[in-house]
């Protein structure tokens, strides 16, 4: 079983960049969330993506929009970057829609300092 | 919206001592609640959770946690702490389509 893996680990970008993280989801999950965890806080929900459709989001301006292929792998992408966009972003993905039965599957997530 | 709030930022225990690991909870209907730890530089992993039955929930690495509906309390316990298990803990709630976690408590089991 492949578990989530996402890529680049870590990322340094100046401010007013554009960022595109990436997420392979566990295989035979369809569902994919990513999450912002600032240092020192608990991750914070930025949106899911259900069957390539985007299903719910938190409260995150619009800069920060995402992707889900067919082969339900995932892009996250942060336009004009800001300065406290610097984190850790982590995808996790899950088997259901809405799944309270199934926990989430985190991979290891990238770290985005932005200088 | 359901949310989780852990107490404690910190909490510190010898090996070999019992230890706990607070959450409280705020839900409408039945609680559905989650433990997950995080070690240095790696993602959040499973490690419990409750969604009915028992009171008692048991999980990986020797962790147990205690749902109290009186007090809204979903602790995490272990009953022999290993240094190992120094790491970041959190406790979680569904809402909807996003989990929602607690600030996160660092667990520092020293020798």
């Known amino acids: 079983e492949t578990g989530v893996t996402q890529s680049p680990t870590h990322l340094i970008k100046t401010r007013g960049q554009q960022v595109t993280l990436r997420c392979s989801s566990q295989?035979?999950?369809?569902?994919v969330s990513w999450y912002q965890q600032a240092l020192g806080q608990g991750p914070q929900f930025i949106f899911q993506?259900?069957?390539?459709?985007?299903?719910g989001r938190g409260n995150f301006p619009p800069r920060f929009s995402g992707l889900q292929f067919p082969n339900y792998s995932s892009e996250l992408n942060v336009n004009a970057l800001e300065l406290d966009d610097s984190a850790l972003y982590l995808c996790?993905?899950?088997?259901?829609?809405?799944?309270?039965?199934?926990?989430?599957?985190f991979g290891n997530g990238t770290r985005l300092t932005v200088t | 919206a359901q949310s989780v709030a852990q107490p404690e930022d910190q909490v510190n225990v010898a090996e070999g001592n019992p230890l706990t690991v607070k959450c409280t909870y705020s839900?409408?209907?039945?609680?559905?609640l989650f433990w997950y730890v995080q070690y240095p530089n790696r993602g959040l992993q499973f490690l419990l959770k409750?969604?009915?039955?028992?009171?008692l929930v048991k999980g990986s690495y020797g962790f147990e946690a205690e749902f109290n509906k009186s007090q809204t309390s979903f602790h995490l316990k272990k009953p022999s702490a290993l240094v190992s298990d120094s790491a970041l803990y959190f406790c979680?709630?569904?809402?909807?389509?996003?989990?929602?976690f607690g600030a996160g408590t660092r667990l520092t089991v020293k020798p």
């Open positions: 295989s035979g999950h369809n569902t």
């Open positions: 996790a993905s899950s088997s259901g829609q809405v799944d309270y039965n199934s926990p989430l599957h």
């Open positions: 839900v409408s209907g039945n609680p559905y």
């Open positions: 979680a709630v569904p809402n909807n389509n996003d989990m929602r």
């Open positions: 993506y259900y069957r390539e459709e985007e299903n």
């Open positions: 409750y969604i009915t039955g028992d009171n």
